[in-house]
T-cell receptor, first 115, second 113 residues
Framework: DVKVTQSSRYLVKRTGEKVFLECVQD?????MFWYRQDPGLGLRLIYF???????EKGDIPEGYSVSREKKERFSLILESASTNQTSMYLC??????????????FGSGTQLSVL | GEDVEQSLFLSVREGDSSVINCTYT??????LYWYKQEPGAGLQLLTY?????DMKQDQRLTVLLNKKDKHLSLRIADTQTGDSAIYFC?????????????FGSGTRLQVQP
């Protein structure tokens, strides 16, 4: 089974801190994604990466950046955390290929609180 | 544009059938998905349907797709307390290349014993 591991389950940070959220997948997937999940809003795409060192903005990239130095690892960076970035962050990965393989595999999430 | 809508909450009694509904706006959707999120966990794929199908059945799960009305539903037969979770529908759009799925807001299913 595909395993997507997020380094922290819960994280508490202060406003203005730089925050790193790490995600690792073990199935050699080309594509990796960061979503945030908020009640009533569902999942919103922040950034995604389709190859090492490649990235594209999703629907809500403001205040975030990403890093993909190795294929298995995709990091989400909050340059200066703000209270409105308090949320559940979900990482996902999938293989490239035919449309039938667009199934996403998710990590268990990081609940970030910014005080 | 891409927009996927779901009702936020559904409560049923154990043993009843549950029907979770979803509407989407993009007629070029290729695949539509149902994901399940249990408390404290990430999302897991339950089932998916290709846009040229009307129905797909997988054990207790039945997916119905009305492409004309852009309406997708998930029916869970004989609902159990273990089915309590948030259910997300999602669509993939033809021609968006490497884009990820677009998700609805999720429906919280509560199963009463």
């Amino acid at each position: 089974d595909v395993k997507v591991t997020q380094s922290s389950r819960y994280l508490v940070k202060r406003t203005g801190e730089k925050v790193f959220l790490e995600c690792v997948q073990d199935m050699d997937h080309e594509n990796m994604f960061w979503y945030r999940q908020d009640p009533g809003l569902g999942l919103r795409l922040i950034y995604f990466s389709y190859d090492v060192k490649m990235k594209e903005k999703g629907d809500i990239p403001e205040g975030y950046s990403v890093s993909r130095e190795k294929k298995e690892r995709f990091s989400l960076i909050l340059e200066s955390a703000s209270t409105n970035q308090t949320s559940m962050y979900l990482c996902a990965s999938r293989a490239s290929g035919a449309m039938a393989n667009e199934k996403l595999f998710f990590g268990s999430g990081t609940q970030l609180s910014v005080l | 544009g891409e927009d996927v809508e779901q009702s936020l909450f559904l409560s049923v009694r154990e043993g009843d059938s549950s029907v979770i509904n979803c509407t989407y706006t993009d007629s070029s959707s290729t695949y539509l998905y149902w994901y399940k999120q249990e408390p404290g966990a990430g999302l897991q794929l339950l089932t998916y349907i290709f846009s040229n199908m009307d129905m797909k059945q997988d054990q207790r799960l039945t997916v119905l797709l009305n492409k004309k009305d852009k309406h997708l539903s998930l029916r869970i037969a004989d609902t159990q307390t273990g089915d309590s979770a948030i259910y997300f529908c999602a669509e993939s759009i033809q021609g968006t290349g490497r884009r990820a799925l677009t998700f609805g807001s999720g429906t919280r299913l509560q199963v009463q014993p």
